[in-house]
C-alpha cells in the first residue's frame, strides 16, 4: 500500500545499534506525550507515554526523554530490529483537551540487516 | 475483544457522492475520534466525542459530519465528497483522558 512515510524525514540504522528520534512538541500546556509506530497499512500503534511531571520513563527496549524546558521529546529504541521500521510519530495531549492528540509530523525509522 | 474496528478499509468515490465511515469499538469506551492522515504528514482530528450523544468539532471538520448514538459507534458522513478529502481516516477510542488512545486500521479513501 501507499506509504505514509512519504517527504519525512528518515534515520536509517544498522540492526543492534541505538537508535534516537526527536520530536519538537508545540503547546506549552501539554502534559501528556505518547510515542506512536506506524507500519504501512495500519494505525497508530502504542509505544510508551510520560506526562509532564517525569522527565524520563523507560519499557521494553525503549525510552522516552522529555525536556520541557525546550519542548522536546525523544524516543530511544535500544538494540535496534528490522521489525523496528516503521514511521515514528509524537504525539501531545493539551490540558483539558478532552484527550484530543496532536501529532508530530513524523520520522521514518529504516533498519539495515 | 476486536478493539477499534473500521469500515471499509478502502473505497473510492466520485466528487459529490456521499458515504459514511463506519467505526465500533469493543471496549466501552467513552471517548471517541476521527481523525485523517495525508500523505507523510501526522494525524489531524476531525471530530470527536465524550459520550453517546455528544459531539464536538476538532481542528479539520468542515465537509464531515458525525454522530454517536451509541457508546460503541462512531459513523463519520462525507455528504459532498471533495478531492480535498483523500486521505487516510483514523478511528481511535480511550476509556478516560490520560490514557493513550487505541486506533483502528484505517479507512483509505480516494476522491476522483
Known amino acids: 500500500g501507499e506509504s505514509v512515510g512519504l517527504h519525512l524525514p528518515t534515520l536509517s540504522v544498522q540492526e543492534g545499534d541505538n537508535s534516537i528520534i526527536n520530536c519538537a512538541y508545540s503547546n506549552s500546556a501539554s502534559d501528556y506525550f505518547i510515542w506512536y509506530k506506524q507500519e504501512s497499512g495500519k494505525g497508530p500503534q502504542f509505544i510508551i507515554d510520560?506526562?509532564?511531571?517525569?522527565d524520563k520513563r523507560q519499557g521494553q527496549r525503549v525510552t522516552v526523554l522529555l525536556n520541557k524546558t525546550v519542548k522536546h521529546l525523544s524516543l530511544q529504541i535500544a538494540a535496534t530490529q528490522p521489525g523496528d521500521s516503521a514511521v515514528y510519530f509524537c504525539a501531545e495531549t493539551p490540558r483539558r483537551s478532552q484527550g484530543n492528540l496532536i501529532f508530530g509530523k513524523g520520522t521514518k525509522l529504516s533498519v539495515k540487516p | 475483544n476486536a478493539g477499534v474496528t473500521q469500515t471499509p478499509k478502502f473505497r473510492i468515490l466520485k466528487i459529490g457522492q456521499s458515504m459514511t465511515l463506519q467505526c465500533t469499538q469493543d471496549?466501552?469506551?467513552?471517548?471517541m475520534y476521527w481523525y485523517r492522515q495525508d500523505p507523510g504528514m501526522g494525524l489531524k482530528l476531525i471530530y470527536y466525542?465524550?459520550?453517546?450523544?455528544?459531539?464536538d468539532k476538532g481542528e479539520v471538520p468542515n465537509g464531515y459530519n458525525v454522530s454517536r448514538s451509541t457508546t460503541e459507534d462512531f459513523p463519520l458522513r462525507l455528504e459532498l465528497a471533495a478531492p480535498s478529502q483523500t486521505s487516510v481516516y483514523f478511528c481511535?477510542?480511550?476509556?478516560?483522558?490520560?490514557?493513550?488512545?487505541?486506533f483502528g486500521n484505517g479507512t483509505r479513501l480516494t476522491v476522483t
Open positions: 510520560i506526562r509532564s511531571n517525569m
Open positions: 471496549m466501552n469506551h467513552n471517548y
Open positions: 481511535a477510542s480511550i476509556g478516560v483522558v490520560g490514557g493513550p488512545p487505541h
Open positions: 466525542s465524550v459520550g453517546a450523544g455528544i459531539t
